[in-house]
């Protein structure tokens, strides 16, 4: 168990539609990241943010957003969903900024279907 | 801009024997690098980690990797395979001052009784 939790496990929805998917970073931890992966396109970074603030932006949709809240918890939304968007969405969580080697803890993932 | 190579998709080895698995790297400046394991429907778990000290990492379960600059590759190793090792296994690299992990596509390393 990383300490990192995701919610929901799963979630099953049709085109078009708008989701949020929730991250529970590891006590400690202000650095929050959201990866997807697919069969296609593999483990692909997202975003990043550190304390509340946006730190960096990765192959992330415009129809895709983010935020952090001030007790750290992070939620991905994914709007106007298209059969393309189902992956496994992970999100991880580091004491500090990834770009000093920090390792980073990564939770089980949701797994989001497009239907 | 960062990239990572994993050479096989899928390497199978038999249980006891050596395991090799090869990650090439690009980058602009030294980079950190990594390998994490990912059990079937679970989240991904570090073995090890290079972050420009020793060149030589171990990390868990048995697992070690050596960084060599001259290659640009940081491959990992197990001198024995045991069955618990059947996973998913990715190479990421990080630059200095760059957030987000970049990724190698992954090697799906099976393991022969």
């Known amino acids: 168990d990383s300490g990192v939790t995701q919610t929901p496990k799963h979630l099953i929805t049709a085109t078009g539609q708008r989701v949020t998917l929730r991250c529970s970073p590891r006590s400690g931890d202000l650095s929050v990241y959201w990866y997807q992966q697919s069969l296609d396109q593999g483990l692909q970074f997202l975003i990043q943010y550190y304390n509340g603030e946006e730190r960096a932006k990765g192959n992330i949709l415009e129809r895709f957003s983010a935020q952090q809240f001030p007790d750290l918890h992070s939620e991905l939304n994914l709007s106007s969903l298209e059969l393309g968007d189902s992956a496994l969405y992970f999100c991880a969580s580091s004491v500090r900024l990834a770009g000093v080697g920090n390792e980073q803890f990564f939770g089980p993932g949701t797994r989001l279907t497009v239907l | 801009a960062q990239s990572v190579t994993q050479l096989g998709s899928h390497v199978s080895v038999s249980e006891g024997a050596l395991v090799l698995l090869r990650c090439n790297y690009s980058s602009s400046v030294p980079p950190y690098l990594f390998w994490y394991v990912q059990y079937p429907n679970q989240g991904l778990q570090l073995l090890l980690k290079y972050t420009s000290a020793a060149t030589l990492v171990k990390g868990i379960n048995g697992f070690e990797a050596e960084f060599k600059k001259s290659e640009t590759s940081f491959h990992l190793t197990k001198p024995s395979a045991h069955m618990s090792d059947a996973a998913e296994y990715f190479c990421?690299?990080?630059?200095?001052?760059?957030?987000?992990?970049?990724f190698g596509k992954g090697t799906h390393l099976i393991i022969q009784p």
């Open positions: 990421a690299v990080s630059e200095p001052g760059a957030d987000g992990l970049t």
